[in-house]
């Protein structure tokens, strides 16, 4: 199985083949005697960055030549790490060169003869480093990406156009849940007597809780209401950005910038005076039941029969929902125990529905992976996560052999929370494409519950090397997607990582909650260029980082 480093070298082989390029091309910056070497490192580095992607493939496919690949990526990634701390070298002796002031002390007149004479012998020998790893690739006959025959993998641009609509597979085995919230949506003598009530989904995380209210909210069935609203919550509870949330579905002409918390309850109160609402809070943690009265207070001027969908993994939750002085009064509080939505695990019939929906087309041919297919579907343990993102993998590796791979690789985590979850979820990584795998593990560096503009997101993979262009990023926010490690927002421009899935993310990088932790849990080597890639990041950034909110 690929691992960080692994991750982390593919960056690092983008970012030397680039720069090997542009050296290559600005003969001013090169001694005589370093051009040739240069040139040729350049296209060296430029075909093994080629060949990353079928690398990849075949170790994700397992069995012997799984493991000979597998070594030869440990040794590419020795090799990029080189190139990259000889190119720093060389891009300081330049930059020593240019900034020197006419007086020019004795021991700087010696550091830089003593790297006129070291440099080309770094050179020299990391172009036979290159020339040998690339000898070696040639021997193990890795395919270049773009020349790469399709085979059994499906075609990446399958993923292109995925939307909401398609995203439903995980409310496979929940018709009944369904139909139970909308039929208290919609009971008009509830409506007729009631103030506002809440509709609780309680579940462990992956059990589709989002995704159940996401298939009542856009269903037609409940376009009857005037005012609707869906806000991602997570576990830092603030009562202004849900607030602005709120109203910015609402009315999206407000200007909220900068605005406080008594402003956006006066317009809130503007906005849903006399009007139904209703609201979905997705990902509710928060247990202080004053916190939570005041959020009912922010939300209370709705008409009679206006809804609020919660949805979250912890009871205490829906008990504190039910206190306060609103919840005594009837006018704001959880519907009755027995109405509330429980959600439990999936059969293994209906987990293998849920994959068979991912990873087949309506024609397609399943006969000779029915039998293995089921038995994928037994790993998932009833949570529809797990094999959705099975699913997604699964429609890449199409054959008796990988299924069969996936089948019989067993991870174990120790004794950690959601450990049988989140050992399934890791089978879906390690089996998840290269660029894929690099941009999902790029995710886990950001806060939990983080939402963040997709533009920029994507701009952010380009600037790192893990994608090449716009199209690319697309292709794997709706790879990501299809698996539900992302979610798109209502207006499908800003988009933000489910927590367990940041929870999952985090485990092949081996970090918890700070990134300190995870360079202590690498190798030297993969920590500091891990560091490296991540002050290049941070020192892009700008002020529109408020614009990622929880």
Not at 318 to 328: D, I, Q
Not at 517 to 528: A, G, Y
């Amino acid at each position: 199985m690929s691992g960080f480093g692994e991750i982390i070298a593919s960056a690092v082989g983008k970012q030397i083949a680039s720069k090997l390029g542009e050296l290559a091309t600005e003969e001013a910056t090169l001694q005589w005697r370093f051009k040739d070497d240069v040139e040729v490192m350049a296209d060296k580095m430029q075909d093994l960055e080629a060949v990353l992607h079928d690398a990849d493939d075949r170790l994700r496919r397992g069995g012997r030549d799984g493991e000979v690949v597998g070594r030869w990526l440990t040794k590419f990634k020795s090799v990029a790490y080189d190139a990259e701390d000889v190119l720093d070298d060389l891009d300081a002796t330049e930059l020593l060169k240019k900034s020197q002031p006419k007086l020019k002390l004795f021991f700087s007149r010696n550091n830089q003869i003593f790297q006129r004479i070291t440099m080309p012998h770094k050179l020299k020998k990391l172009r036979g480093e290159i020339e040998k790893i690339g000898k070696e690739g040639q021997a193990l006959n890795l395919v270049r990406h773009q020349e790469q025959a399709q085979g059994s993998i499906i075609n990446n641009e399958s993923f292109v156009g995925i939307c909401d609509e398609g995203l439903r597979s995980g409310v496979v085995g929940r018709d009944m849940e369904k139909d139970k919230i909308i039929r208290l949506l919609l009971n008009k003598g509830a409506i007729a007597r009631e103030g506002i009530s809440i509709i609780p989904i309680v579940g462990l995380g992956g059990l589709g809780k989002s995704t159940l209210a996401e298939s009542v909210f856009v269903d037609k069935r409940v376009n009857d209401f005037e005012v609707r609203a869906w806000v991602h919550v997570s576990k830092e509870f603030d009562l202004r950005k849900i607030g602005s949330a709120i109203l910015k579905s609402i009315n999206s002409s407000i200007n909220l910038d900068n605005c406080s918390l008594q402003f956006l309850q006066e317009n809130l109160k503007k906005e849903l005076a006399g009007r139904r609402y209703l609201i979905v809070l997705d990902d509710l943690w928060e247990e202080d039941g004053d916190k939570l009265e005041r959020l009912k207070q922010m939300l209370q001027h709705g008409r009679k029969g206006s809804r609020v969908i919660v949805t979250t993994r912890n009871q205490s939750v829906v008990n504190k929902l039910s206190t306060g002085v609103l919840a005594h009064q009837r006018k704001f509080c959880p519907v009755p125990n027995s109405d509330q939505i429980n959600l439990f695990v999936l059969s293994t019939d209906e987990c293998w529905e849920v994959m068979k929906q991912t990873a087949f087309g309506p024609d397609d041919d399943k006969s000779d992976l029915e039998e293995i297919g089921r038995e994928i579907a037994e790993k998932c343990w009833g949570v529809p996560l797990v094999a959705i993102a099975l699913g997604q993998v699964m429609s890449e590796l199409r054959t008796v052999e990988a299924w069969q791979k996936i089948r019989d690789t067993n991870i174990d985590l120790g004794h950690r929370d959601h450990k049988k979850t989140l050992e399934r979820l890791m089978l879906s990584y390690y089996y998840m494409k290269l660029d894929f795998k690099m941009c999902f593990t790029y995710l886990a560096a950001f806060p939990k519950g983080f939402i963040i503009e997709s533009d920029r997101l994507i701009q952010q993979w380009k600037a790192l090397g893990y994608i090449h262009g716009w199209d690319d990023g697309k292709r794997c926010i709706n790879y990501l997607m299809g698996m539900s490690f992302l979610q798109i927002s209502r207006s499908s421009v800003e988009a933000w990582m489910n927590r367990l899935s940041k929870k999952y993310g985090e485990n092949p990088s081996r970090h918890r909650e700070e990134r300190e932790e995870l360079e202590s849990q690498m190798s030297d080597s993969d920590s500091e260029h891990l560091s490296r890639y991540g002050q290049e990041d941070s020192e892009n950034e700008d002020d529109e980082q408020d614009d990622w909110y929880l």
